[in-house]
């Protein structure tokens, strides 16, 4: 069979769901490998680079999409893409299930089997096709970096022959994978790093990374943001108000936030508020990895970079993984080529989609005419 990758449609997106060396795994998987010309030349993979690994280059979007059996790519695709999809083709990328019923509904008329790379669940077998965590790893690295560039001094401190500089001190809201990464990039560079979560078991990988995790004055069995499968769920309200009165209490010192807060399928819980942007110093720097979903911080323009009038720059940019093209790419081809080894045990360049299987089955959203969306509950962690 052949797997082809065509160039992403999304505007602005530079990523791309196969490189060559993903062609040449997916080639020992006894598959094929197609790409679309240009497809990855803005993550640094050009047309050359693909040839080079055996990949046959094809000119369009739609003999690309007619020629493949398996249709590998990142962004959820649009309509003119599905449209491309017929009976027996298998379709695996980014899809929004949960919020994309039309979609579905789509690849389900044209008997399309779809794997979504968004469902793939969060146990441990499957952490090598997590691509929300590949993905939220690189926002978590890019969000300290672009705090950096935006902020006007070093993070780490200094004793010069010109004078002290202090160290700048960063708040990481929510320490999930995006938090985690954040919080290594920044005591990496030597800030002052303090985390919080409502789940208190992530304390000690945070203490354990060199940031300070802040507590609240809240007895423990009544932090009921606890998890289910790694996940948050909702505050109640006194726990809220006890944290926002501690992130009040943080806002005035804080030279850099970023947050990170996320409960599956809601909106982002909203955390730092406007009076604590107001109460921040003059040069200080937001940035709001929720903005997709509404945001953490209620001044968050998603896509955009705000100044406030009291001179902090708050920063809602959504495509972080895309600012880091080759990276990303490099990542998520990598959880796209464990997904083909998944479904090719025989190695014979053949899909087996197996729907006995947790992790191929909580993925596929459209399964031979049928909507498979949503998956019944994972049997094993
Ligand atoms: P995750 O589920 O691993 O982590 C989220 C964390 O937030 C969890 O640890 C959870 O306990 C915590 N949390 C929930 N409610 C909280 C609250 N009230 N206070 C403090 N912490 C709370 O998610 P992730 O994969 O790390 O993704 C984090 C966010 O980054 C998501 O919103 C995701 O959509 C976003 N993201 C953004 C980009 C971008 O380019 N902007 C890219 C990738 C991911």
């Not at 240009?38 to 993550?43: K, L, P, R, V």
């Not at 693909?50 to 739609?62: H, M, N, W």
């Not at 409960?263 to 200080?284: C, F, H, Q, Y």
Request: net charge negative; proline share 5%; aromatic share 6%.
């Amino acid at each position: 069979m052949k797997i082809g990758t065509p160039k992403e449609v999304f505007e602005g997106e530079n990523r791309v769901a196969m490189t060559p060396d993903s062609a040449l795994q997916l080639q020992k998987l006894g598959y094929e490998c197609a790409i679309e010309s240009g497809a990855g030349s803005n993550a640094g993979f050009s047309d050359e680079a693909y040839e080079a690994a055996g990949v046959e280059v094809i000119k369009t979007a739609a003999q690309l999409w007619k020629s493949a059996d398996i249709i590998a790519k990142v962004r959820q695709p649009n309509e003119t893409e599905l449209k491309r999809l017929t009976k027996d083709k298998t379709l695996i990328s980014f899809f929004n299930p949960a919020g994309n019923e039309e979609g579905m509904e789509l690849a389900k008329s044209k008997k399309a089997n779809v794997i979504a790379m968004e469902m793939v669940p969060r146990i441990s077998r499957a952490q090598k096709m997590d691509a929300l965590s590949s993905m939220a790893n690189i926002a978590g690295y890019r969000a300290v970096i672009e705090a950096g560039n935006n902020f006007g001094r070093f993070f780490t401190g200094q004793i010069t022959a010109a004078g002290k500089v202090p160290p700048a001190k960063v708040l990481v809201v929510g320490a999930g994978v995006a938090g985690l990464a954040a919080i290594g990039t920044s005591t990496s560079l030597g800030a002052i790093t303090y985390a919080f979560d409502v789940r208190p078991e992530v304390a000690e990988q945070v203490e354990s990374m060199g940031a300070e995790f802040v507590y609240l004055d809240f007895e423990e069995e009544q932090q009921d943001g606890a998890a289910t499968g790694g996940y948050a769920s909702v505050s109640s309200p006194e726990f809220r108000e006890a944290q926002l009165a501690k992130f009040r209490e943080l806002a005035p010192e804080m030279d850099i936030v970023i947050t990170t807060a996320l409960i599956p399928n809601r909106e982002a819980p909203e955390l730092w508020t406007e009076d604590m942007v107001k109460s921040m110093k003059p040069g200080s720097v937001i940035v709001d990895l929720a903005a997709e979903k509404g945001g953490n911080c209620k001044l968050t323009v998603a896509d955009e970079k705000i100044v406030t009038d009291n001179g902090v720059t708050i920063i809602g940019y959504t495509d972080f993984p895309s600012r880091m093209a080759a990276q990303s790419s490099t990542l998520y081809a990598t959880n796209i080529r464990h997904m083909m080894a998944d479904l090719t045990p025989e190695k014979d360049g053949k899909i087996n989609h197996n729907m006995e299987d947790d992790v191929i089955r909580g993925a596929t959203v459209t399964f031979e005419g049928d909507i498979t969306f949503p998956p019944p509950p994972p049997k094993v962690q």
